[in-house]
């Protein structure tokens, strides 16, 4: 399949070595085939998927976009470790060193170096990279490369951002269904910075009504407003409403930028570019685990998957009393709840399933096991599988068409493409108060470079609400030191399983990419209701799929693909009790504990049983060597022979055969709420235990994972402490 696309000069600064090793990389991981090596190639008659087969991940400069992704997306590390370990390919010695006898030639020098190896030698060399415990850091750096050169391969698409030519071979179609209102119904409160200049930006707030004058130097320029609230997501848009509500003049700061329903591109890895922080990649600093974070207005509410689950009332009871935060074992709580849930107009009934919820219902009747429809933030026909790519169809209520809306309508201002840099505090000393610092505001620099000077917003009240990655680097880079800032951070994280229903099986309609993305939960459970994990489905577009299902091969990489659009996946999602850092942008550690894992192992194996339950020819996980069992004929014993040897594995970086990618979805509790500075960063109000004036409205001052899909709780919290704020602005 040859794309036609224009030579491009390219900025990654990858030397011709290292591009050289590259690309036989690239050749390894997507190699050509023929059909005839395919199993089932009678399923396969197409053209397209001729084309497809033939070819090669070395063609059509995709591995200099790889090595520009590398540079753009990769930690200083990781980069670092992966052309180390292409420049040592590109010698003879070091391809030695790191293929052995595999690289011998009967011609002199009677060394190979990598690229000059034959394809099948070359992906022999790298199988075994995979599994040796001695090759962990060239293991990570494949890894690394075979995400980032799967993810482009079937995500990149022409000039006219059309579509990719792999897409007819696996029978992926995207959703064009959009909505037919042009309308932006944030229009008269939002100032896009990308399209404006230093002085144009200044009209455009002094024409709202707010007072912009000279900084103190030719550098800066200073807005005054009352409060000003930095990220506009499930927090951030809630405040943003409540305190506009009470009269005060309010700034939303989002580094993001505005879409509606009809701007929305529904291709991924456009989507992901535009709407996510780093561009949808972005893991953990040892690679374990991929996180995905909204990075738009409306935040995660603008692209998650619709879930409105309400905290589960254990947790409530838990926070209050062994946290000891009475807020949620109040009426208070309990009435936010309500009215979030009526904002976000949550419907609990869903009139048509898709391929995958169809799938883990049956599987889940057939066992005689609990299945519950999961209420969404849309109408009950909302039949999209591409929300996670912004809701074309205009039908999910996330706070960029709800909350957002109230603010703008009692007079806040969005602006977006604008970053915050550091807060502003003055020494501030008051005899009993724990608080010595006061927090008068922000800096802020727009992303656009024609907006040469810094943005000085001074604010009576500052609310930060970033997200759980985002507010505590903000906090720390300030200066402030709590022990608590950046630590507890909660990811639920998740594995998958996979079921493969060809079309012969006519009895679930469908894709694997069309419908609601969750519409059924099932809850795992052991003892009295113990809730050990929870059964969900995903959005995986083709770049996604590719890059988190594990390589055992080219061959089968290629077959994985043409499985695509009937190919089921579970998620097994479970609540928490290790957790992470995260107290620099970017840079996310985080420890799975041995309980946690153990739930995992429960799910993931309470989901193949579900997966072979409903019909599914052959069942896996994404453990590296890519576990599975066909199904065909399989006994009682054979199935629970098989579900024995599902375990919860470390990550690519493990000293072990086997290991796994984790990914995560939720980020909750890195700044999280005490009863003190010593239980916490922030008071029962939201408000700083260091800073006065300085409050955090976001998941982050959740004190624990929740252990569902949180919007409603943060939402719920995010309206309780706005509205906390804006009674204690009127007293004062």
């Not at 006219?160 to 008269?188: C, F, H, M, V």
């Not at 550098?219 to 997501?233: A, F, H, N, Y």
């Not at 990811?491 to 079921?499: A, F, Q, S």
Request: proline residues 3%; glycine residues 10%.
């Amino acid at each position: 399949m040859e794309m036609e696309m224009e030579k491009k000069k390219y900025n990654h600064g990858f030397f011709a070595q290292e591009m050289d090793s590259l690309t036989s990389l690239c050749e390894v991981i997507l190699p050509p085939i023929e059909l005839s090596s395919l199993e089932g190639k009678e399923d396969y008659p197409n053209k397209d998927v001729e084309s497809f087969l033939a070819t090669s991940g070395a063609q059509n400069s995709l591995p200099d976009e790889a090595a520009e992704l590398i540079m753009k997306r990769g930690l200083m590390e990781a980069v670092f470790i992966v052309r180390l370990i292409l420049w040592v390919l590109y010698t003879r010695i070091g391809t030695l060193l790191l293929s052995g006898s595999m690289c011998f030639t009967m011609k002199w020098p009677f060394i190979n170096n990598f690229s000059q190896m034959p394809l099948d030698k070359r992906e022999f060399v790298v199988q075994k990279w995979l599994k040796h415990s001695l090759f962990t850091p060239i293991r990570l750096a494949f890894v690394y490369v075979k995400v980032i050169c799967l993810y482009l391969f079937f995500t990149r698409v022409g000039d006219d951002n059309a579509s990719n030519q792999t897409w007819e071979a696996i029978g992926y179609n995207p959703d064009k269904n959009e909505s037919k209102s042009k309308e932006r119904p944030l229009e008269k409160g939002v100032i896009e910075t990308k399209q404006e200049t230093d002085s144009t930006l200044v009209q455009s707030l002094t024409k709202k009504g707010f007072t912009v004058t000279d900084g103190p130097n030719q550098s800066t320029c200073e807005i005054k407003c009352d409060l000003v609230v930095i990220g506009s997501g499930c927090g951030g848009g809630v405040a943003a409403a409540n305190l506009a509500k009470s009269g005060l003049k309010v700034i939303v700061l989002e580094k993001g930028d505005y879409y509606t329903a009809s701007d929305y591109p529904p291709q991924e890895g456009v989507a992901m570019n535009k709407l996510y922080e780093s561009g949808g990649i972005l893991a953990s600093s040892d690679g374990k685990i991929m996180v995905l974070a909204g990075s738009t207005v409306g935040g995660g509410s603008a692209v998650n998957w619709s879930a409105c689950i309400k905290t589960p009332k254990s947790v409530l009871q838990e926070w209050a009393q062994d946290e000891k935060i009475p807020l949620f074992g109040s009426r208070e709580y309990e009435d936010a709840m309500k009215i979030v849930w009526e904002r976000i107009g949550v419907t609990e009934k869903c009139t048509k399933e898709g391929f995958q919820n169809q799938i883990l219902r049956k599987g889940c009747e057939n066992l005689g096991l609990d299945i519950s429809i999961v209420p969404r933030n849309s109408s009950e026909g909302h039949y999209c599988g591409s929300c996670g790519y912004g809701c074309k169809q205009g039908d999910k209520k996330g706070t960029n068409v709800t909350w957002l809306v109230d603010a703008v309508n009692h007079g806040a201002v969005i602006l977006t493409g604008c970053k915050a840099e550091t807060l502003i505090f003055e020494n501030h000393h008051q005899s009993g108060n724990v608080r010595n610092k006061k927090c008068l505001g922000v800096i802020a620099n727009s992303l656009n470079e024609r907006i040469k000077k810094k943005l000085i917003i001074k604010a009576n009240v500052t609310v930060s609400a970033c997200g759980a990655l985002l507010t505590p680097p903000l906090l720390l880079a300030s200066g402030l030191k709590n022990m608590h800032i950046g630590r507890n951070l909660h990811l639920h994280p998740v594995l998958m399983t996979w079921g493969y229903f060809p079309e012969t099986n006519s009895e679930f309609k469908g894709k694997s990419f069309e419908g609601g993305i969750i519409t059924s939960v099932h809850r795992v459970t052991s003892g009295e209701n113990n809730v050990r994990a929870i059964l969900e489905t995903p959005m995986l577009g083709p770049g996604s799929f590719a890059a988190l299902h594990p390589w055992v091969s080219g061959r089968d990489i290629k077959e994985k693909m043409l499985r695509y659009s009937r190919t089921a996946h579970f998620i097994t999602i479970v609540r928490d009790k290790g957790s992470g850092e995260v107290r620099k942008e970017g840079r996310i550690s985080y420890n799975i504990d041995n309980f946690d894992k153990e739930n995992i192992k429960v799910g993931l194996r309470q989901a193949l049983r579900i997966l072979i339950a409903a019909g599914a020819v052959e069942v896996g996980t994404h453990r590296s060597d890519g576990q599975r069992i066909k199904c065909e004929g399989l006994s009682k014993e054979g199935i629970e022979e098989f579900l024995d040897s599902v375990v919860t594995v470390g990550g690519a970086q493990s000293m072990a055969e086997h290991w796994t990618m984790y990914t995560s979805a939720h980020q909750m509790g890195s700044c999280k709420m005490g009863i003190s500075e010593k239980e916490g960063a922030v008071d029962e109000n939201g408000q700083s235990w260091e800073a006065e004036g300085l409050y955090v409205c976001d998941a982050s001052v959740l004190p624990t994972a929740v252990g569902v899909n949180p919007m409603i709780t943060v939402e719920s919290t995010a309206y309780c402490l706005s509205k906390r704020i804006a009674e204690s602005m009127k007293r004062d």
